[in-house]
């Protein structure tokens, strides 16, 4: 019995590995990264704020993101809920999230922020040193998120 449970998890992670978000947003197919749905989700709903898409001030509910994004609410509430932490949504009770208004400034912080968070981290990875199985991670990791969002 324990071998057809870990066949079907081995299934289950196989078809998560294989879903990813276009750059339009949409959730499909394909043979990349094993990156939880609401990871994915979270990506192209920041990038559609950031991007303007969804424009200052409108009104999002869980159903018509998860909708737009081929998702259940679930990952949908994951996403947003990281979003209000960055202060890219307002979430109101029984009325759904807000995006919230960015100015040139607000990006340059968030910019200038992570600059200095990556700078750090890279510092710290240098001096304590790391596998030769963490820096091929690190290496895939970075080339996944060089390709712009596909």
């Known amino acids: 019995m324990a071998t057809v449970a870990t066949a079907r998890e081995q299934k289950r992670e196989r078809q998560l590995a294989r879903v990813r978000v276009s750059s339009r947003g949409e959730i499909r197919l394909g043979a990349q990264g094993l990156e939880k749905l609401s990871e994915r989700v979270y990506q192209a709903l920041k990038r559609e704020i950031v991007m303007a898409v969804l424009r200052p001030g409108e009104a999002l509910t869980e159903k018509d993101l998860a909708e ?13 809920l990281r979003l209000v932490d960055q202060n890219l949504l307002r979430v109101i009770p029984n009325c759904g999230y807000f995006v919230c208004h960015l100015t040139v400034k607000d990006l340059s912080d968030i910019y200038e922020y992570r600059a200095v968070i990556e700078c750090a981290s890279a510092e710290l990875a240098a001096a304590r040193g790391m596998s030769n199985a963490e820096f091929a991670e690190l290496k895939r990791w970075g080339s996944y998120r060089g390709r712009g969002g596909s």
């Open 68 to 80: 737009r994004y081929n998702s259940s609410r679930t990952p949908v509430r994951e996403a947003a």
